[in-house]
């Protein structure tokens, strides 16, 4: 277990050697905050907010989610009883106190440009910062005044003993975090002195991290997406007192009831993560990705008689939107296909800012491996091959106008019909599914085929044309999925894909009918 950052002590070197058996870190105690890119390391140890498996393609180390943060926050510190006047500090008794304990390296022109707006717009207000060294007092206070900001609205704060400086943070109002660098412990010590973080999230892991913890202390509302975003809730939150009291006492409340301080939580999770990456070195595979589950209640491990949960998605698995509506939900119950371990009721999510559609949720390793250990007769190799053949050869003859040769991979290949039409259309066939019955059957006829997600596949460049018919609504992590096409695909190759169209006509009339298109779905 690699705790710590790549810097000057750093001791990598042990897990270069091949120590042990199976070896992870734990996220965010790095300073690249991205993947190690090595392959000595097996897992990155994260949460679904601060590294969302759509970024497993960037990463060589597995991606494990603990359910709410990461990071296991210390409930023993200390926080003095006494509690400082604001004068001894340097601060208004009346006025607005918006403050920022990040290391001044953290502070970029465009935040700090925006602080100063906020300070331009509250009189009274001031920013109070850690006194890190007359250099950096000097050239804050000469970047406050090329703003049109009075530099002694900067008020700086000595270092201060642990105790004592949480202390002092309930002085403060509003504490205004950092991008691309978000505050990571310092924002867990404001989240436990009492203190209402305001952050803005993006793309990379150290600008998730505020973010995480605000999320595990039930306080999303405070996650700004943008800039602009995060600029406007600061001003509100400085002009309606009430507004942010009410966040305050929310905090309060959550400091002993939310996950982020909930530590003996946090270690039965961390726990059921090593058991589960142990038990797959110990039974011979190799690391694969998982996510523990919020509620551990012994963790029964799933059988089919046990019923099998899907992990819901919060957010657009393929563009991160939130605006996610539910646009209905089939009772799969009556299905030939349904089977007592799966949900009865499936939802159907449609994302309002890229239209894609998708079910509520994806299933973890250990409930795939149970849902696709049961092949459907429709979906075996060669089921039904001479009917299949003419919508096949629709689909084969278009992609062949564009690419008329090569290597062609079909993603989730079930009955074969499409790779088999294409080898008559003179293609190389190649085949991945994750139905190891499928996979064997195509292997005995001598074809290139793979059970494991598409992502997990070599990048090299190799096939002419890709298919991912009808797939990407029910893989779990899609953009994944289309970032390995993406690298497996010739420059020149075609991406060939199909998705469910709830407006047209087809599925109207089958909905109408009583005859539920999304059926279809149950395995996935
Ligand atoms: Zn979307």
């Known amino acids: 277990m690699d705790h710590g950052p790549i810097e000057r002590h750093a001791r990598a070197g042990i897990f270069l050697q091949g120590a042990g058996a199976l070896r992870s870190r734990k996220a965010g105690e790095t300073h690249l905050h991205g993947s190690r890119s090595t392959r000595f390391i097996d897992y990155v140890i994260a949460d679904p907010f601060v590294l969302p498996m759509d970024q497993q393609a960037f990463y060589s180390e597995k991606i494990i989610h603990l359910p709410h943060c990461y990071q296991p926050n210390d409930t023993k510190r200390l926080i003095s009883n006494i509690t400082p006047a604001r004068a001894g500090w340097g601060l208004p008794e009346q006025g607005f106190v918006f403050c920022s304990f990040n290391n001044a390296d953290k502070i970029t022109p465009e935040f700090f440009g925006i602080w100063m707006r906020l300070l331009t717009a509250i009189p009274g207000a001031v920013l109070w910062l850690l006194d890190a060294n007359d250099l950096v007092k000097d050239n804050l206070r000469g970047g406050a005044s090329a703003r049109g900001v009075d530099p002694n609205r900067l008020v700086f704060a000595p270092k201060l003993p642990s105790p004592e400086h949480l202390a002092r943070q309930r002085l403060a109002d509003l504490f205004l975090d950092t991008l691309p660098y978000n505050a990571h412990t310092t924002a867990s010590d404001a989240l436990w002195a009492g203190l209402p973080i305001l952050t803005c999230a993006r793309d990379t892991f150290a600008g998730r991290v505020a973010g995480s913890l605000l999320h595990a ?39 002993l009831a939310a996950p982020l301080f909930d530590i003996a939580q946090y270690t039965r999770h961390y726990e059921a993560a090593l058991t589960q990456m142990w038990e797959t070195c110990a039974n011979g595979y190799d690391p694969a990705g998982f996510a523990v ?18 992990i819901a998605y919060r957010a657009c698995p393929l563009c991160g939107s939130r605006d996610i509506p539910a646009v209905l939900g089939a009772d799969c119950s009556k299905h030939p296909v349904c089977r007592q371990a799966l949900p009865p009721v499936m939802n159907w999510h449609e994302c309002r800012d890229c239209g894609h559609v998708f079910t509520d949720g994806y299933f973890d390793a250990n409930a795939a491996s149970i849902v696709f250990a049961k092949t459907q007769q429709n979906q075996t190799v060669g089921h039904d091959m001479e009917r299949q053949r003419p919508v096949s050869a629709r689909i084969v003859a278009r992609v062949a106008r564009r690419m008329p040769e090569g290597r ?22 190649a085949g991945l599914d994750l139905r190891e019955a499928n996979v064997r059957a195509l292997k005995q006829l001598g074809y290139e085929a793979h059970c494991l997600p598409i992502e997990e596949l070599d990048y090299n460049a190799r096939y002419s044309v890709i298919g991912m018919a009808d797939v990407l609504e029910h893989m779990p992590f899609p953009k994944t999925g289309l970032a390995g096409a993406h690298w497996l695909l010739r420059p020149d190759g075609v991406l060939f894909l199909s998705m469910p169209n709830m407006d047209n006509m087809v599925w109207r009339l089958l909905h109408a009918n009583g005859v539920n298109p999304h059926w279809g779905e149950i395995e996935h």
């Open 293 to 310: 589950p919020p509620s551990l209640p012994g963790r029964p491990v799933p059988t089919a008689a046990t019923p099998i949960e899907k």
């Open 408 to 429: 062609w991979l079909d993603v989730g290949f079930g009955n074969g019909s499409l790779l088999f039409t294409a080898e008559e259309w003179g293609f190389t066939p």
């Open 217 to 255: 202390a039930g306080l999303p509302e405070l996650v700004a997406d943008s800039p602009a975003a995060y600029e406007s809730m600061a001003l509100r939150l400085a002009r309606e007192p009430a507004l942010l009291q009410g966040l305050r006492r929310k905090l309060l409340g959550n400091r």
